[in-house]
């Protein structure tokens, strides 16, 4: 189906999502519609898929024009969209996921049903078992799902928002011959996001959307700077790695051995020197999070050793973890980093002023206001950090650190994030490493690792590596380790 | 105790027990759809009066049942429609709703207090009634127990086997899910919640017309907050409710059938042993099931799982703006 969004208008209070949208999507290709966070690529992509309707301006499907009041309404249209946080029944089963919305009888008919999801995963390569509970998946597999489920429903254009943020390399290169093939088949996919490499590793056309408004339009083969022109409005380009390594030992870790109610963790053992910046490869679920949170004095070793600077914190309290100046920064923000209705001021109360008993808010203030402006955070002291968006998220979490660490541990620490905010964070990180500080982050995202790391530790399903030289390697290899091969 | 008195103390627990496994499956269904009725003890008692009296007043056995079971649903209605169309907390409106209710039964029913009224008949299932044991234990009850089985089985059938079972478990898991799949969350809210407060109204009137008779102050002594509990001791599964209402009466037969071998002990204590051990009992689910389990023997890993996971539907009392 070919789809023509022309003059779409779109305003939230005082913000314009949408300003003059007009966008033509050809049927049978595979569309990039890239952008940063808050360009205003998810508003369109909601507008086309029913979930909002446009202030002005209309959508046109192969030259008729398009009236949507619902999701529903677009998916009997033939429009299905995939969110980047899957929006399915986590306490449901995977077969009662994909059969919820499908048939419009009375008795279930698993026997049916489970043959249709059969025969679908098999032509796309999908391996999920029909009994799971959605909760216990993946992302990627989540996704999956979600796909399976609307070319069930029949769906001819299939947007996809963000979805290589938190899958693995596998996933992701199951989901781009998934699309290329569906494109091959005649339907149209419009694949929204702010990676420029899986734009050019998939779409043959590109539209950037800035600040609410088309900034342009091109076409494959993508010339990267050009794109990155369009997308930030001037050239935004990393610097290269510098290690910040120093000869003196800081951290030291001895098989350390972490166990949850789901996983066993192999021991790990790994030294550490002050300023180095040690990645924590693998796919989610891998046991990188358990072997965080024991670093960070969140949950108890089953057995093992952690030293930093010479002082032995091994299960510890966790006071006596902040206190020695080890900081954790977990991957949902919302969830575990910031509390949800308090301001940022508020934050910084929490944080800062941990002894006495009024508050102190003439200092709160102060420290909030000058780490903000230090920060670049766009908001005020006042604003609920649910009102950030996700990137000033980070910005604030981060802000709200103290000044000296000696161990900061990152999981995820530029998901979410747009490729300026992203080089910003990492900025921040590696000054950070010229005081000494460690730092381990977890990331799925194999350019993140090499690129920002001294040493890698590889996971996965449990077992660990030796720590081994990021400059030393490939990402082939280490794709190869994440799989579980050579480790 | 010989075998006759075990079946007629079981025949007893079951018919006691029956207007409990009402109230249970009516707040099941309603909080499996997202809405919290906290109103039901309210609700009951006020059903319970109301199905009484018109019981009384026309004679009909099948007026006074519909009365009660239309006060239920209004009540229930109240609820799910101040929530979702007034922005109100269920919780609190429900709490009000509760107090309200309770003093309005006692105010209207004045003139119905001790009054010698209609019950329902047994009936004995032809058949059924003469197998071994269970026979005389099961089916020779009244039309409203038998009624009670069916539901418990009809809303299991329903959640695990019907479509619009499934659209009803997942209004009350994800709701933006099941809007985005052509689902009118609220609206099937309210229809669920409808249907619950029925069957909450029913509850009431099934005690004051089938298991203590007629109507007094306070006549359904706090069964609406044990059904509340009970929902959540049974994991919102209608078999596990249904056994959690019969669990909850034949402790409380267990007292007494106790009283007489204990003359020793204050008849208190077996009053209030039920309430406690049911405590216990909800102290027990609502740990972690996780926890539980790697405190026990591994192969006890499944009885523990079947029996004390819970399944707080992760929609329950959360309102949804449809778009």
């Known amino acids: 189906m070919k789809i023509e969004i022309q003059g779409i208008n779109k305003s939230f209070g005082a913000v314009q999502a949408n300003a003059d949208v007009s966008v033509t999507v050809a049927s049978g290709t595979i569309h990039g519609l890239l952008g940063e966070n808050g360009a205003g690529k998810t508003t369109l992509m909601r507008i086309l898929s029913g979930y909002l309707q446009a202030d002005s301006g209309e959508i046109r499907v192969d030259g008729g024009r398009l009236e949507l009041h619902s999701p529903a309404d677009a998916i009997g249209q033939g429009i299905g969209m995939l969110h980047q946080d899957p929006l399915d029944v986590p306490a449901l089963s995977v077969l009662d996921n994909f059969a919820l919305g499908l048939h419009r009888g009375f008795w279930q008919r698993r026997g049916r049903i489970q043959r249709t999801f059969f025969n679908l995963c098999r032509r796309f390569g999908v391996q999920l078992q029909p009994e799971d509970r959605v909760g216990n998946l993946t992302v ?3 996704q999956q799902l979600e796909l399976v489920r609307l070319l069930a429903l029949g769906v001819r254009v299939v947007i996809l928002d963000e979805p290589t943020t938190g899958i ?33 590793m998939l779409c043959s056309v590109a539209t950037v959307l800035r600040a609410g408004q088309v900034v342009g339009e091109l076409r494959a083969p993508f010339d990267r700077e050009r794109l ?16 910040r390594c120093t000869t003196r030992e800081a951290l030291d870790i001895q098989s350390l051995v972490v166990e949850s109610s789901r996983m066993r963790m192999a021991p790990a053992s790994l030294k550490a020197c002050a300023g180095e910046v040690i990645g924590l490869a693998g796919l989610e679920g891998s046991g990188q999070r358990l072997f965080m949170e024991a670093c960070a004095g969140i949950r108890k070793a089953q057995s093992g050793h952690l030293v930093i600077d010479g002082v032995d914190l091994t299960n510890g309290r966790y006071r006596d973890y902040l206190d020695q100046g080890v900081a954790y920064v977990p991957a949902s923000r919302l969830e575990e980093g910031l509390v949800r209705g308090l301001s940022v001021r508020e934050h910084f109360v929490l944080a800062r002023q941990r002894a006495g008993f009024l508050v102190d808010w003439e200092a709160a203030e102060q420290v909030a206001s000058a780490r903000i402006a230090e920060y670049s955070v766009v908001g005020t002291t006042g604003s609920r950090v649910e009102e950030l968006s996700g990137g000033n998220q980070q910005r604030a979490l981060l802000s709200l650190l103290p000044d000296s660490l000696k161990l900061l541990i990152l999981d995820h620490p530029t998901r979410g994030l747009d490729l300026g905010s992203g080089i910003w964070v990492w900025q921040q990180l590696h000054e950070r490493c010229l005081q000494g500080t460690v730092i381990l982050f977890a990331s799925t995202d194999l350019d993140e690792l090499v690129d920002n790391s001294d040493r890698l530790l590889v996971f996965s399903g449990g077992k660990v590596s030796q720590p081994v030289a990021s400059a030393e390697m490939s990402r082939e290899e280490l794709g190869f380790m994440i799989g579980g091969v050579n480790l | 105790m010989d075998s006759a008195i075990i079946i007629e103390t079981v025949r007893s627990v079951v018919a006691s027990s029956t207007p409990l496994v009402f109230a249970g499956i009516g707040e099941l269904l309603t909080e499996r759809s997202g809405i919290t009725n906290l109103s039901l003890d309210g609700s009951i008692l006020l059903a319970a009066m109301a199905g009484f009296a018109m019981a009384y007043v026309s004679g009909s056995l099948l007026l006074g049942f519909a009365l009660a079971m239309l006060v239920g649903a209004l009540i229930a209605l109240v609820v799910a429609a101040s929530s979702i169309y007034l922005y109100q907390d269920q919780v609190a409106v429900g709490l009000v709703l509760t ?27 032809p058949g059924l009634s003469a197998l071994p044991w269970v026979g005389t234990a099961l089916f020779s ?73 007629g109507w007094s102050h306070n006549h359904t002594a706090g069964m609406g907050w044990i059904a509340l509990a009970i929902v959540i001791f049974g994991g919102w599964h209608p078999f596990r409710v249904a056994l959690g209402a019969y669990l ?31 405590i216990v009992a909800l102290l027990l689910v609502a740990g972690d099931a996780a926890a539980i389990e790697r405190r026990l023997p591994a192969r006890l890993a499944p009885l523990v799982r079947a029996v004390f996971q819970h399944g707080t539907p992760a929609g329950l009392g959360r309102r949804f703006e449809q778009g």
Request: charged share 15%; aromatic share 10%; with cysteine.
């Open chain 1, 140 to 142: 990627g597999e989540r």
């Open chain 1, 168 to 200: 693995s390399e596998p996933q992701k290169r199951l989901l781009f011959e998934t699309l290329h093939r569906l494109a091959e088949e005649g339907l149209t996919v419009i694949f929204v996001s702010h990676k420029l490499e899986d734009v050019e």
């Open chain 1, 228 to 243: 990155v022109e369009m997308m930030f409005g001037r050239a935004v380009v990393a610097p290269p790695f510098a290690s």
């Open chain 2, 99 to 125: 107090l309200l209710m309770a003093d309005v039964s006692s105010f209207v029913g004045l003139r119905y207090v001790r009054l010698p009224g209609p019950s329902v008949p047994s009936l004995s299932i």
């Open chain 2, 141 to 213: 009850q009244n039309l409203l127990v038998y009624l009670s089985y069916l539901l418990v089985l009809g809303v299991w059938i329903w959640l695990y086997r019907t479509q619009p079972g499934l659209r009803l478990r997942s209004i009350g898991e994800r709701p933006e899910a099941a809007f985005a799949r052509g689902i009118p969350v609220n609206r099937m809210r309210m229809v669920y919640t409808g249907i619950g407060g029925a069957l909450v109204g029913l509850a009431g009137a099934s005690y004051s017309l089938c298991v203590k008779l």
């Open chain 2, 248 to 278: 909850f009466g034949a402790l409380k037969s267990l007292g007494s059938l106790m009283q007489p071998v204990y003359p020793s002990v204050p008849t208190q204590v077996f009053q209030a042993a039920p309430f406690a051990l049911m």
